[in-house]
């Protein structure tokens, strides 16, 4: 050892002084500055990458698995569409799994939405990876629209899957006997009247009236541009979702007629009633007399200008899928896989017609927009008089003045739970003077600068969706759009009353007490709590 340090001597070679040791520490340290941070940034690079990559898999295996399933995505639609999950790819061994430690990926709450548009096929989902409680990679956009569901090789066709019901035939049409013959469709419930042998098309009818409207309001007996073709292709129509639109063929409503008149909605005939009146109902919902091609009841040839309960048909298209159900009211048949109102989802991103529970009562969605949701009562909530004793007020209904406005909007709201009050909104009413361009055409639509936003509980008006008639009860209604003239002054101030046989009269707004059925407006931040959005399990919300 000594000769070892007295040969490094010999050479002049000495060791660091302490400022020389502090200023390479001083060196070494800024490097680490300056380089860490971007080796920290090229390893998490390199991590989304890993994530972005994957992303694109999914939609490859994605795209290839709907290439491969391609005649049930829509060969005879102009518009297929699917949902299919992650799992479901990785089963099929379109796209690996995919595994970081720590780190959970998932899924829109619709999964993968796959799209065939006239042979172009487009991908739709959103991909969320957490480490914890921390979002370290979102990317595109989740799909809320329901879709065709594709159930692989072993699919068949609702019309096949059907055709097996007890029927009764006349010409190339199997009229459906069987009482199993349940259909949900867009949230709502329907049931099978009789399959066209020659087209392989299924005719269907709504369980209930969904409404009662007039036929014709000036008296035409035609149902060609009458008040209720244009309500149920124009009103009623916006009901549905637009995927199930495409399920839907333009039928011919008055087959025995040489016109060429077809529609997407329409009624059943007076024959259809022949087959099906033992399950179709006693109330005295519209029919067409294919003769004569006019208005008609399960009880005689009522007046045009009347209003009636409706009940909506429509037609399905021949290559439309089934997907579940055998057919029961409780079990009906399922021909497009709308996934149920997940927990936390807002209420106004659900379908017309699916069933909510607010303060121990069900309700029905009528609407939803971006402000928030429209819900019905399904029941009575007691027995009221429309106006004071003096009748004052009647027409000022819609801006609180009328006794049953300031009950609803004051006793009522009252009654519910403080965390049921906080759901309420202010919801569009129309006012009760309207301009003389407005037609005499029945709409369910205010007119031009008409809304107001006062009230957050009304009662239905003419026209408005899912409002009976009610089995055992007659309930108040108002016509916001029947106009009279009055001097000069067009006013809406028909205010009536809904009976359970599913027609409207006239009464005596100050002295008749009737049964109320309530129209609630929900704010937009409103959300599912629970349940599936049917009558049996309505959606509770929070």
Same mark, same amino acid.
């Given at each position: 050892?000594?000769?070892?340090?007295?040969?490094?001597?010999?050479?002049?070679?000495?060791? $660091?002084?302490?400022?020389?040791?502090?200023?390479?520490?001083?060196?070494?340290?800024?490097?680490?500055?300056?380089?860490?941070?971007?080796?920290?940034?090229?390893?998490? %690079?390199?991590?989304?990458?890993?994530?972005?990559?994957?992303?694109?898999?999914?939609?490859?295996?994605?795209?290839?698995?709907?290439?491969?399933?391609?005649?049930?995505?829509?060969?005879?639609?102009?518009?297929?569409?699917?949902?299919?999950?992650?799992?479901?790819?990785?089963?099929?061994?379109?796209?690996?799994? $995919?595994?970081?430690?720590?780190?959970?990926?998932?899924?829109?709450?619709?999964?993968?939405?796959?799209?065939?548009?006239?042979?172009?096929?487009?991908?739709?989902?959103?991909?969320?990876?957490?480490?914890?409680?921390?979002?370290?990679?979102?990317?595109?956009?989740?799909?809320?629209?329901?879709?065709?569901?594709?159930?692989?090789?072993?699919?068949?066709?609702?019309?096949?899957?059907?055709?097996?019901?007890?029927?009764?035939?006349?010409?190339?049409?199997?009229?459906?006997?069987?009482?199993?013959?349940?259909?949900?469709?867009?949230?709502?419930? $329907?049931?099978?009247?009789?399959?066209?042998?020659?087209?392989?098309?299924?005719?269907?009818?709504?369980?209930?009236?969904?409404?009662?409207?007039?036929?014709?309001?000036?008296?035409?007996?035609?149902?060609?541009?009458?008040?209720?073709?244009?309500?149920?292709?124009?009103?009623?129509?916006?009901?549905?979702?637009?995927?199930?639109?495409?399920?839907?063929?333009?039928?011919?409503?008055?087959?025995?007629?040489?016109?060429?008149?077809?529609?997407?909605?329409?009624?059943?005939?007076?024959?259809?009633?022949?087959?099906?009146?033992?399950?179709?109902?006693?109330?005295?919902?519209?029919?067409?007399?294919?003769?004569?091609?006019?208005?008609?009841?399960?009880?005689?040839?009522?007046?045009?200008?009347?209003?009636?309960?409706?009940?909506?048909?429509?037609?399905?298209?021949?290559?439309?899928?089934?997907?579940?159900?055998?057919?029961?009211?409780?079990?009906?048949?399922?021909?497009?896989?709308?996934?149920?109102?997940?927990?936390?989802?807002?209420?106004?991103?659900?379908?017309?017609?699916?069933?909510? %529970?607010?303060?121990?009562? %069900?309700?029905?969605?009528?609407?939803?927009?971006?402000?928030?949701?429209?819900?019905?009562?399904?029941?009575?909530?007691?027995?009221?008089?429309?106006?004071?004793?003096?009748?004052?007020?009647?027409?000022?209904?819609?801006?609180?003045?009328?006794?049953?406005?300031?009950?609803?909007?004051?006793?009522?709201?009252?009654?519910?739970?403080?965390?049921?009050?906080?759901?309420?909104?202010?919801?569009?009413?129309?006012?009760?003077?309207?301009?003389?361009?407005?037609?005499?055409?029945?709409?369910?639509?205010?007119?031009?600068?008409?809304?107001?936003?006062?009230? %957050?509980?009304?009662?239905?008006?003419?026209?408005?969706? $899912?409002?009976?008639?009610?089995?055992?009860?007659?309930?108040?209604?108002?016509?916001?759009?029947?106009?009279?003239?009055?001097?000069?002054?067009?006013?809406?101030?028909?205010?009536?009353?809904?009976?359970?046989?599913?027609?409207?009269?006239?009464?005596?707004?100050?002295?008749?007490?009737?049964?109320?059925?309530?129209?609630?407006?929900?704010?937009?931040?409103?959300?599912?709590?629970?349940?599936?959005?049917?009558?049996?399990?309505?959606?509770?919300?929070?």
């Amino acid at each position: 050892m000594k000769k070892i340090i007295k040969k490094i001597k010999s050479l002049g070679i000495s060791g $660091f002084t302490l400022i020389e040791l502090l200023g390479v520490l001083v060196i070494m340290g800024l490097l680490i500055l300056v380089v860490m941070p971007n080796l920290y940034k090229l390893i998490h %690079k390199n991590d989304a990458k890993d994530y972005t990559t994957y992303y694109d898999l999914i939609e490859f295996g994605a795209v290839k698995y709907a290439d491969d399933a391609r005649s049930e995505l829509g060969t005879t639609h102009d518009i297929g569409c699917t949902h299919i999950s992650l799992e479901e790819l990785v089963q099929k061994e379109y796209v690996s799994e $995919f595994s970081k430690k720590g780190v959970d990926c998932s899924l829109g709450s619709h999964g993968i939405v796959i799209r065939n548009n006239n042979g172009k096929i487009t991908v739709k989902y959103r991909m969320t990876c957490k480490k914890g409680d921390d979002v370290i990679f979102a990317e595109g956009e989740d799909d809320a629209l329901t879709c065709l569901a594709y159930k692989g090789d072993d699919s068949i066709s609702f019309v096949e899957k059907i055709s097996g019901l007890t029927h009764t035939d006349k010409d190339n049409i199997s009229y459906i006997t069987a009482t199993s013959n349940y259909v949900k469709f867009s949230g709502q419930l $329907f049931r099978i009247v009789s399959i066209n042998k020659t087209l392989n098309t299924v005719k269907l009818v709504s369980d209930t009236p969904v409404a009662s409207i007039r036929y014709n309001g000036d008296e035409r007996t035609t149902y060609t541009n009458s008040d209720i073709e244009m309500w149920l292709n124009n009103e009623y129509l916006k009901s549905l979702q637009p995927d199930y639109r495409t399920y839907l063929a333009s039928a011919a409503w008055k087959p025995t007629s040489t016109t060429t008149r077809k529609a997407v909605v329409g009624l059943v005939s007076k024959e259809d009633y022949g087959y099906i009146s033992g399950w179709y109902g006693s109330d005295q919902s519209w029919l067409l007399d294919e003769g004569g091609f006019t208005a008609k009841s399960p009880f005689g040839n009522p007046a045009v200008n009347s209003f009636h309960s409706v009940r909506p048909a429509i037609t399905l298209n021949p290559d439309v899928v089934w997907h579940s159900g055998t057919g029961s009211k409780t079990d009906p048949y399922v021909i497009s896989d709308t996934p149920i109102g997940a927990v936390d989802e807002f209420l106004n991103q659900r379908i017309p017609g699916e069933y909510v %529970k607010f303060s121990g009562s %069900k309700y029905r969605i009528v609407s939803v927009n971006a402000e928030g949701t429209k819900l019905i009562g399904t029941a009575s909530i007691g027995k009221k008089k429309f106006a004071d004793e003096l009748g004052e007020g009647a027409l000022n209904y819609l801006i609180d003045s009328s006794n049953l406005g300031i009950y609803l909007n004051d006793g009522w709201i009252t009654s519910l739970s403080g965390g049921e009050k906080n759901l309420l909104d202010k919801g569009d009413f129309c006012l009760d003077t309207i301009n003389s361009t407005v037609t005499t055409r029945l709409s369910t639509t205010c007119i031009d600068d008409t809304l107001i936003k006062s009230m %957050k509980v009304g009662v239905p008006k003419i026209g408005e969706l $899912f409002t009976g008639p009610y089995a055992g009860i007659n309930y108040w209604t108002v016509n916001p759009n029947t106009i009279r003239n009055d001097g000069g002054t067009y006013t809406n101030s028909t205010i009536n009353v809904v009976k359970s046989d599913g027609t409207i009269a006239g009464v005596n707004i100050k002295d008749q007490s009737t049964d109320v059925v309530v129209v609630i407006y929900l704010g937009s931040n409103v959300q599912i709590n629970g349940g599936s959005g049917t009558e049996a399990s309505p959606y509770t919300i929070k």
